[in-house]
């Protein structure tokens, strides 16, 4: 039994968004890397913290002293090892992204695991340090892992019952 054009179009232009959310943090990913690469230059670190100290947000003060408190404690050094961890995730839904705008079997199950793999740790900040943006991502990928799965069985099936046919 072979897919009906509908549901293999269905089915494609869901993949397409994901390969597109995909492709989105991996921008993002690669520009956090940036970012850090150039933080850790210790004149370049100062600036930042010199220029965070004195910028005057009256809505956010604590969120920039935080912020200002966590940069200091951490020093320049840290960045190279937060630019290397972003750019291995940008690398990671790189692949994720382009397999899945390719429709290749393959990248549903890759996405499948890497995606579901982080849920649980996603669950945990979303519930230790709530914020809506968490629970937004939390609740994306749990949507998107179960798409995938299913679309990822019944592509299997399908492949199957193609393959019977033609024996």
């Known amino acids: 039994m072979t897919p009906t054009p509908k549901r293999a179009s269905r089915h494609s ?6 390969a597109i959310y995909k492709a989105v943090k991996t921008v993002g990913l690669i520009l956090v890397a940036t970012a850090a690469f150039h933080l850790d230059r210790t004149q370049n670190f100062e ?3 010199h220029w965070l100290e004195h910028l005057s947000l009256t809505d956010s003060n604590s969120l ?6 966590l940069l200091t404690s951490m020093g ?3 960045f190279v090892a937060i630019g290397i961890v972003a750019l291995a995730y940008a690398a990671i839904f790189a692949t994720e992204g382009i397999g899945l705008w390719m429709r290749k079997y393959w990248a549903e199950w ?5 995606t579901g793999s982080l849920v649980p ?3 945990y900040e979303t ?15 749990i949507v998107i892992v179960g798409y995938l799965v299913r679309i990822a069985l019944q592509s299997r099936a399908e492949r199957a019952n193609e393959k019977a046919e033609r024996t």
């Open 47 to 49: 600036r930042l913290v």
């Open 110 to 114: 890759f996405t499948v695991i890497a």
């Open 13 to 18: 232009v869901g993949l397409r968004v994901i």
């Open 64 to 69: 920039r002293w935080r912020l200002i408190n």
């Open 76 to 78: 320049p050094s840290k």
């Open 127 to 141: 519930v230790h340090h709530f914020t809506w943006i968490k629970l937004v991502v939390l609740l994306g990928n």
């Open 121 to 123: 740790l996603e669950l």
